[in-house]
């Protein structure tokens, strides 16, 4: 069951790593444009809603039927949660911990579990298997957002050619 979906989730934090390996801590800390989030603020998220976006919001559906799942503004959260202190590699090793920890209990469930469902306080109906693979879903976004910073560090640097390119 899922196991694209898995094979993504377990995938990620090994990704990421590789990812920055080349980053220094100002890079990572540096914002690509105003109001857009660093690699700082993308992995200190990513750990955060591990647990209140993921592995709590899958938990209610096991637990309860047609759980109702509380919705949070993401931006309000990276404020609160200072997003923009959280020492990047720290916060990827905890994604990390709490990744394999959530692989085990996925690997777990069973077909109907994964057919329970919850509401979702804004988009509505939403079962488990539906759930866990907007995880995946979620992880390969914010996978593409590390690499956009990383094309936008040498963007600068290719002369002549950024005629062929537009950053978005
Ligand atoms: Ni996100």
């Keep these: 069951m899922l196991n694209d979906v898995l094979a993504i989730l377990a995938s990620t934090p090994g990704k990421l790593k590789r990812e920055i390996a080349s980053m220094s801590l100002k890079e990572m800390k540096t914002r690509p444009a105003r109001g857009k989030w660093s690699v700082q ?38 404020e609160e949660m200072k997003y923009s202190r959280r020492d990047p590699l720290r916060s990827l090793a905890s994604l990390a911990r709490q990744r394999n920890a959530n692989l085990k209990w996925l690997r777990k469930l069973k077909p109907a579990q994964l057919k329970r469902r919850g509401i979702h306080q804004k988009v509505g109906e939403l079962s488990v298997g539906e759930l866990v693979t907007e995880w995946a879903f979620h992880d390969l976004s914010h996978l593409r957002q590390v690499l956009e910073i990383k094309r936008y560090a040498l963007y600068p640097r290719i002369g002549n050619m950024r005629a062929f390119y537009k950053l978005s």
Aim: charged share 30%; hydrophobic share 45%.
């Design 41 to 78: 603020e993308i992995l200190a998220h990513l750990d955060d809603v591990e647990e209140i976006g993921m592995r709590s919001r899958v938990a209610a559906m096991l637990d309860t039927p047609h759980a109702l799942l509380p919705s949070f503004d993401q931006e309000k959260r990276a």
